[in-house]
């Protein structure tokens, strides 16, 4: 699943680092820039928020579901554990032969 947990974070500092900017350029006085500064995080915080959930909505509704009960050999197995499988298949072939007497 894709982290979608910077998004608001990204979108507020952006929108703040704006705000600022224009607010320096605007020549605004120190009261007026900080009342700024704090609508803007405060809406675009907000935006960001419902983002990220309509992401994390999208994003899990792409993902492909795939049943527990599936059987899957080698799949998901490391090496260790494919040789053991192997040994003890042939193991119990080597039980099942029967005794020559």
């Not at 990204?10 to 007026?32: G, R």
Request: with cysteine; net charge negative.
């Amino acid at each position: 699943m894709i982290n979608t947990k910077p998004v608001p974070i990204i979108i507020t500092l952006a929108a703040a680092f704006i705000s600022c900017v224009i607010s320096i350029a605007q020549k605004v006085e120190f009261s007026e820039f900080v009342k700024r500064l704090a609508i803007v995080v405060a809406i675009f915080l907000v935006m960001g928020t419902i983002i990220k959930m309509i992401l994390d909505y999208a994003f899990k509704t792409l993902e492909p579901i795939t049943p527990i009960d599936e059987d899957v050999s080698g799949v998901g197995t490391t090496i260790d554990e494919a040789e053991i499988q192997e040994g003890q298949e042939e193991s119990s072939e080597e039980s099942q032969e029967p005794d020559e007497a």
